[in-house]
Nanobody, 115 residues
Framework: QVQLVESGGGLVQPGGSLRLSCAAS????????MGWYRQVPGKQRELVAAITRGGSTDYADSVKGRFTLSRGNAKNTVYLQMNNLKPDDTAVYYC?????????WGQGTQVTVSS
């Protein structure tokens, strides 16, 4: 069973930065894709950023130029560096990993951007 554990969420002022971490129970290169999604109450979960095993990345238009997804040297962690945060970035952020037809989710971490 794959486990994903997120950390790094919190309260930050507009314009501030946070770095989210996702620690996987296995080697992240065993997954086809790893990603970060976010969800606010009453809305669908949306993709924020994703990275393939080969290293290709994709970002939502709303976060391009502000968020960066990267892989850690320990090979079991991915990070989401979030800069210039805006109130609209407030959401629960979830880490995901998929392999063939299977997908796993973390428990989520709250990010609140407010003055």
């Amino acid at each position: 069973q794959v486990q994903l554990v997120e950390s790094g969420g919190g309260l930050v002022q507009p314009g501030g930065s946070l770095r989210l971490s996702c620690a996987a129970s296995g080697n992240i290169f065993s997954f086809d894709t790893m990603g970060w999604y976010r969800q606010v109450p009453g809305k669908q979960r949306e993709l924020v950023a994703a990275i393939t095993r080969g290293g290709s990345t994709d970002y939502a238009d709303s976060v391009k130029g502000r968020f960066t997804l990267s892989r850690g040297n320990a090979k079991n962690t991915v990070y989401l560096q979030m800069n210039n945060l805006k109130p609209d970035d407030t959401a629960v952020y979830y880490c995901s990993a998929d392999r063939v037809s299977l997908i796993w989710w973390g428990q989520g971490t709250q990010v609140t951007v407010s003055s």
